[in-house]
Each structure stands twice: as structure tokens, then as C-alpha cells.
């Protein structure tokens, strides 16, 4: 489609009619133009080539321009295109389908020929989509309506997204120079082979969007499913101060894991505010451009482990399934369902799956000595019972121990902080502060220490302001 023609007039309105009979025969790529825009988007288009009551394009361009609105202005990232443009880009990117998920399983030679034909063909209907500039496409639907060009119908071509920091970006570089190379390329068919290679490499759908996920209920009885997650938690290794024993082990079963050799599953256990789930979080901002992704899994959640693993497994990316605070009441039985993830399951648990967890139980089921007598005297066989919860945290082939820090680790820790953000002060003074911090909240521990620097950090700041 020659960029610079009008839309207006009998060759362009053929034009937008040739645009509408290919994106209507989509095949392998239909999910692209599966969304409230992209339908908008078809019907303006619609409006546009036949005699439609000017209110009525009047309406659907408007609701057009507040959906693109909605999402370029706080988009977090710098455009490619107008907001139709780059919004259609990114659809494509994030589509899951038969081409992307066999795009990641192997090479191009391994795609049938049909596939790479009809994604070629799909490709080359979307890019007469990409072509309806806003420019042309707000002065055709003010021809449509009736009205002058200038009188009120304002493009979509200059909205201005956020700034947002690097970490709250959608695309990795990669992604983002793909898609400039497809808004700056008219012939997207021959750029199957790159985009296969995006697949492979970065994954899609919700796979390929996000690097965290949480597993949600839309009530309880309900069936769960995947939520990615738009901004996980940023916290990264070198600002984890203190217990480099415990998390060398835990980076080296990881490391294993991404390398695809066999991997433990992992307890972290210990005292709280000892940084055992900072520790988890911080292996996905190290790896995720490794292949490695986050699950959270609520513990009353732990019978759904065979509906997660089915949605992941054979897929090219590695994820770590994390239960944070994982313990078990007496009582509970749900205790049974984790020991069948971890080892004993019919099922076998797939290669790119590994399950981490936290406790601050080192066996996780809660036992009272009233509990070991009365269940003895209840149970013919009260001891095997009791063996069973004990044997629970065994099943974890890596147990890393975090124990609360002594006063000297506790201060090192605090200035360890306090480095990282750049602050000057007297040794023996913010020794006394942090000290004094412990005693009043809740006693030594990584997060009281960092509990600490925060609250010295918006002290100091509020004094250089008022200063």
C-alpha cells in the first residue's frame, strides 16, 4: 500500500477494502487483531468503505482515539509507529500461536512448509494494517462523515508516553529493535526468520510479556490460572547483604537449573526478615534474561502444582515454582499434596520446573510435645505418622539455614546500606541509631536493617530540603 495515497476517493476506498478481506482471512496469526483496539480499529475501517450514518463514525473513531489514549499516554516506553501502529507491533510480538509455539521448540527447518506459508501470508496482511497511518486514517474518517479534515479530527499520531524507568519497560532491547525493524521493512514476509528467532529466544504470549507470575483464583471454587505480574519486585543480589554462604547455594542449584542439568528444590528456612524471599526474588532480575521465570503459589494452592506444571511444561523457559512462608498447622493435610511434588508423584516433575520455598520452620508442620503423646496414644502407629511430617523439609534437596544476625552482622549489614546510597555519617552515631532501631521495632535482622536506612534516608532528605 503506497504510503503517501489518500484513503479517500474510489482508490482508497478499494484500498481499505483489499486491508479488510485480508485481516478477515487471517490464519495463524488471528490472535494478533483479537482485541478491543484491533476490532474498533476494523470496524472504523468498515464505516470507511460503505455509506454509514456520520454519527455512527463519528462515535467509533472517537472511541478509537480514547482506547489508544488509554494506553500510549501511559505507555512506559518511547513509541514506534503512531499508537495504532505500535500498538498492532506489539500485538504481534506477544501473540501465542502455532508458529511462535513451534518457533520456540526448534529451528525454522523444523516449521512445515503450510505453517511458514500461511504465517508469511498473515504477515503480509498485517502490514497493510500498519500501513493506516493516523494522519490518512482521520482524514478519511472525517471524508466518511462528512466533515472537513481539520474540523475537529485529530490523529493519534502525537501522544506522549511515559518516561518510565528501564525496569518498568515492556520490550528487552531486542524486542523493541524488532519492532523498529518491521516499522521501517514494507515486506514483513521475509522477515519470518527473525521472528521466529524472537520466539525462540524471548518466548510469547504471556510467557513472552511477562517474567513473573502469580497463580489466581477469580473465587475459590474456581479454576486457577497464570497472572503475569507488570512490575515484580526489582530487589537484585548485590543489594542483599550478609548470608553469601547460604545463597552461593542456592545460586549454584540455580545456575544448574538454567544450564538444563538436574537441580534440587530449595528451602530457604530460618528467622524472619532474613532476606530468604528477597533471596528467590532477586535470582529472576539476575536470570530472566536467561530464560528463568517466577511463579508465586499460595500454599492453599498446592493441590493446583499438576494444572501449573501442565501449562509450562515444554516450554524453552526455566521456572522456579516459589511458595513464600510455607509451614503447616497441625491438623492441616495439605502438607501431603507438596510431598507428591516434591518426590512420589506418578506424574514426573518436567526438567525446566523446580519448586523454592521459605519457611521459618525447619519442618514445616507445626509440633507441640502434647501433640507427640496424644497422637502416640491415639494412633497404633503414632510414630510413623510423626516421621511423615518430620521427613516433609528432607524432600528438599538443598536446605539454606538464615538465622537472625548477631549484634556485629546486624551493624555490618546497616552499613553495608548505607554505603549503597551514598550517605556520610559519623560511624559511631549511626552505630547508635541502628541500634536504637532494632531495640524499639523488631530486633536484629536483614529487613530491620533495611527498615532502617529507609527511615535515615527520608530523614536525611527531608533535612536537605528544609536546610
Do not use: C
Amino acid at each position: 500500500m503506497d504510503p503517501g495515497h489518500s484513503l479517500s476517493g474510489a482508490r482508497g476506498v478499494a484500498l481499505v477494502r483489499d486491508a479488510l478481506v485480508r485481516a478477515r482471512a487471517l490464519g495463524v496469526l488471528r490472535g494478533v487483531l483479537d482485541d478491543e483496539i484491533s476490532e474498533t480499529f476494523l470496524e472504523l475501517l468498515e464505516l470507511m468503505t460503505a455509506e454509514a450514518d456520520p454519527a455512527r463514525v463519528g462515535a467509533v473513531y472517537g472511541r478509537m482515539f480514547r482506547l489508544l489514549a488509554d494506553e500510549a499516554e501511559l505507555y512506559p516506553e518511547p513509541l514506534v509507529g503512531d499508537a495504532w501502529q505500535n500498538h498492532l507491533l506489539d500485538r504481534l510480538l506477544a501473540d501465542e500461536n502455532p508458529f511462535s509455539r513451534k518457533a520456540q521448540r526448534g529451528d525454522l527447518a523444523g516449521i512445515g512448509e503450510s505453517l511458514l506459508a500461511q504465517t508469511g501470508r498473515d504477515l503480509a496482511a498485517l502490514r497493510t494494517l500498519f500501513a493506516l497511518d493516523a494522519e490518512r486514517v482521520a482524514r478519511a474518517a472525517a471524508h466518511a462523515a462528512g466533515a472537513e479534515p481539520d474540523d475537529g479530527w485529530i490523529g493519534w499520531h502525537r501522544f506522549m508516553p511515559l518516561d518510565a524507568d528501564r525496569d518498568a519497560r515492556l520490550h528487552t532491547p531486542r524486542g523493541r529493535e524488532l519492532k523498529e525493524r518491521l516499522a521501517a521493512d514494507a515486506d514483513w514476509p521475509a522477515l519470518v526468520p527473525e521472528l521466529a528467532a524472537y520466539y525462540a529466544r524471548v518466548g510469547a504470549g504471556l510467557f513472552g510479556r511477562f517474567r513473573a507470575f502469580r497463580w489466581a483464583r477469580d473465587d475459590d471454587r474456581g479454576p486457577g490460572h497464570l497472572e503475569g505480574i507488570p512490575a515484580p519486585d526489582p530487589i537484585r543480589l548485590d543489594q542483599l547483604i550478609g548470608y553469601d554462604r547460604q545463597r552461593e547455594l542456592v545460586l549454584q542449584n540455580t545456575e544448574q537449573f538454567l544450564a538444563g542439568f538436574p537441580a534440587n528444590s530449595v528451602l530457604l528456612y530460618g528467622d524472619r526478615g532474613t532476606g530468604k524471599s528477597s533471596t528467590v526474588k532477586a535470582l529472576l532480575n539476575a536470570y530472566a534474561e536467561r530464560g528463568l521465570r517466577l511463579i508465586e503459589v499460595a500454599k492453599d494452592d498446592l493441590a493446583d502444582f499438576p494444572r501449573i506444571i501442565a501449562q509450562v511444561r515444554d516450554r524453552q523457559e526455566r521456572f522456579i515454582l516459589f511458595v513464600d512462608d510455607l509451614s503447616f498447622d497441625e491438623g492441616e493435610r495439605d502438607y501431603r499434596g507438596l510431598k507428591a511434588v516434591l518426590e512420589g508423584s506418578i506424574e514426573a516433575r518436567p526438567r525446566n520446573v523446580v519448586l523454592y520455598a521459605t519457611s521459618n520452620r525447619r519442618h514445616l508442620v507445626q509440633e507441640r510435645w502434647t501433640d507427640r503423646e496424644s497422637q502416640l496414644e491415639a494412633e497404633v502407629h503414632g510414630q510413623d505418622t510423626m516421621q511423615e511430617k518430620l521427613s516433609l523439609s528432607d524432600r528438599f534437596g538443598i536446605r539454606a539455614v538464615f538465622a537472625s544476625p548477631d549484634q556485629r552482622s546486624y551493624l555490618q549489614i546497616v552499613e553495608a546500606l548505607v554505603s549503597q546510597r551514598g550517605f556520610q555519617l559519623d560511624p559511631e552515631d549511626l552505630r547508635r541509631r541502628a541500634l536504637q532501631w532494632a531495640e524499639r521495632h523488631n530486633g536484629r535482622s536483614g529487613r530491620t536493617a533495611r527498615q532502617f536506612a529507609d527511615h535515615l534516608e527520608g530523614v536525611l532528605g527531608l533535612a536537605a530540603r528544609q536546610s
